[in-house]
């Protein structure tokens, strides 16, 4: 239990549905990240938060929107995927040293 | 351009041994971090070690121990004494101290088997 907890940990959707990832720390941490992590590429930083405010946008598609209400919890809004967007979608949270990383939300697009 | 590189997609071990994981990063930051995780089959990232680039002594914890080479920007891992458990996906990873905040970027990773 790294203190980041991710829900749900498997989701499977349509191509036309509308999901939403969350992700919750607890840890006092500043800075939550997402990032997606396939069978065929490294781990991917998708998205950085920084004090609330987005400050890394890796040249996501916008089918992927990303929402941090407030320091502790971060959101995935997701819609119109594509079968290539299935993989493991990770969080992580960090204050000055290493990131603490939830298990992970595999997501399955058919 | 890629900032980590891991040449190793695969590691074999025999259990006892010891074994070295490569990492080479390339960043212009004077001030940087380095890491190392572990990923077993359920999926969590799990941190190990934690090398600072203005840290003059290689970073140790416990079987893990990093191999911090400067000049040659390379942040290798040590595992001694490998145990079956350590069987595992190894991530080299950097956090830049840029001003957006501690961006924490990863290699693509070396899948590790120790044999009995």
């Known amino acids: 239990e790294t203190g980041v907890t991710q829900t749900p940990r498997h989701l499977v959707m349509g191509m036309t549905n509308k999901k939403s990832l969350k992700c919750e720390q607890h840890?006092?941490?500043?800075?939550m990240y997402w990032y997606k992590q396939s069978a065929k590429k490294p781990l991917e930083l998708m998205f950085v938060y920084n004090f609330k405010e987005q400050t890394e946008n890796n040249s996501v598609p916008s089918r992927f929107s990303p929402e941090c209400p407030n320091s502790s919890h971060l959101f995935l809004h997701l819609h119109t995927l594509q079968p290539e967007d299935s993989a493991l979608y990770l969080c992580?949270?960090?204050?000055?040293?290493?990131?603490?990383f939830g298990q992970g939300t595999r997501l399955t697009v058919v | 351009a890629q900032k980590i590189t891991q040449t190793q997609p695969g590691m074999f071990v025999q259990e006892k041994e010891a074994v070295t994981l490569d990492c080479t990063y390339d960043?212009?930051?004077?001030?940087?971090?380095l890491f190392w995780y572990k990923q077993p089959s359920s999926g969590e990232m799990i941190f190990l070690i934690y090398?600072?680039?203005?840290?003059?002594q290689n970073a140790t914890e416990g079987r893990y121990s990093l191999n911090f080479q400067k000049a040659r920007k390379s942040a290798n891992l040590v595992i001694s004494a490998s145990q079956l458990g350590d069987s595992a996906m190894y991530f080299c990873a950097m956090r830049e101290d840029d001003t957006g905040g501690f961006k924490t970027i990863f290699g693509a990773g070396t899948r590790l088997f120790v044999k009995a």
């Open positions: 992580a949270s960090s204050q000055n040293t290493e990131a603490f």
């Open positions: 960043t212009s930051d004077q001030s940087y971090g």
């Open positions: 840890l006092g941490h500043n800075a």
């Open positions: 090398q600072g680039s203005y840290d003059e």
